[in-house]
Structure formats: structure tokens, C-alpha cells
């Protein structure tokens, strides 16, 4: 079992940056592939970007040079630093844990970018 809660989200302008936590608890986290999604209004959910237990990314074309993702085994916890924002990466970002049981989704949070 895994439960995951997000944080960070927020409303930023046009060319700024956001850095969203997904904090995880349970015994099978450090195995799990962690993940980022967004789902605009709508718009399908799609794949930001993930790691893999052992520190291989892989990104969207959208944000490739723009996002970072990373994680803190010691900390439980997944990061996504999100710079050089636009109006387009407006969404609910999801963080999710991929187990070759099942995954778990989080509930969610917002990023608004506006002027």
C-alpha cells in the first residue's frame, strides 16, 4: 500500500517557477517508478515526466529543458521543478507510484500560470 500527497502548486506568472513535492508512504515506495502527470480542463491526462527507482528520467517533449524531476529516498519524496513556465502548462499535476502490482495516484494539485 502507498498513499501519496502532493504540494507546491500554485498561481505563478507567465516565465516563472514552481516546485511540486509528492510525499509517499509505504514499504514498496523505494521500488516504485514515480511519475508526474497534468490534466488540463478538458484535455486527456498525460505523462509529464518519470524516475525510476534507480534515477532514470524521462520527460515530455513539452517540458524537456524546462522541468526537472528527482527524488529523495531518504526523504520519501518526489520532486518536479518546474521552470520557464507558460499558460500551456496550466493543470492538475498528479503524482503517481507505478508497482508491478498496481499503481497509485495522488490527489492532485494546481498550477495556474497567468499574468
Known amino acids: 500500500q502507498v498513499q501519496l500527497v502532493e504540494s507546491g502548486g500554485g498561481l505563478v506568472q507567465p516565465g516563472g517557477s514552481l516546485r511540486l513535492s509528492c510525499v509517499a508512504s509505504?514499504?514498496?515506495?523505494?521500488?516504485?517508478?514515480m511519475g508526474w502527470y497534468r490534466q488540463a480542463p478538458g484535455k486527456q491526462r498525460e505523462l509529464v515526466a518519470t524516475i525510476t527507482s534507480g534515477g532514470n528520467t524521462k520527460y515530455a517533449d513539452s517540458v524537456k529543458g524546462r522541468f526537472t524531476i528527482s527524488r529523495d529516498n531518504a526523504k520519501n519524496t518526489v520532486y518536479l521543478q518546474m521552470n520557464s513556465l507558460k499558460p500551456e502548462d496550466t493543470a492538475v499535476y498528479y503524482c503517481k507510484a507505478d508497482l508491478p502490482w498496481r499503481d497509485y495516484w495522488g490527489q492532485g494539485t494546481q498550477v495556474t500560470v497567468s499574468s
Open positions: 509505504g514499504s514498496s515506495w523505494s521500488i516504485a517508478t
